[in-house]
């Protein structure tokens, strides 16, 4: 049973990068998915959310409209497509899930994939 991230990379501000947690050994449209970031010398936060079999999204208010969640349910497989990318977004970008099925999405997650390292630099 295993999560992982990756997709990360080094991008220009104004760029895009598209980050994907593929899970294996469970399905993972039946749990919530959720991507955190942690920027060196702060704490992790929340950035997105996406409830399981619904869909339902949810979003850090501060990166609305430039970041979106999906799933791809044939390739169990969420993805967090970042645009418009920033310097103050360079952090190490994880995904997490609840272990109970039909959790319901919030940051409060048990089971996490290592990270990947999104820079955001000219």
């Known amino acids: 049973v295993q999560l992982q991230a990756s997709g990360g990379g080094l991008v220009q501000p104004g760029g895009s990068l598209r980050l994907s947690c593929a899970a294996s050994g469970f399905i993972l449209d039946y749990h919530p998915v959720a991507w955190f970031r942690q920027a060196p010398g702060k704490e992790r936060e929340g950035v997105s959310c996406?409830?399981?079999?619904?869909?339902?999204?949810y979003y850090a208010d501060s990166l609305k409209g430039r970041f979106t969640i999906s799933r791809d349910n044939a390739k169990n497989t969420v993805y967090l497509q970042m645009n418009s990318l920033k310097p103050e977004d360079t952090a190490v970008y994880y995904c997490?899930?609840?272990?109970?099925?039909?959790?319901?999405?919030?940051?409060?997650?048990?089971?996490w994939g290592k990270g990947t390292q999104v820079t955001v630099s000219s």
């Open positions: 996406i409830g399981s079999r619904d869909g339902n999204t």
């Open positions: 997490a899930t609840r272990v109970v099925v039909d959790a319901p999405c919030t940051f409060n997650m048990d089971f």
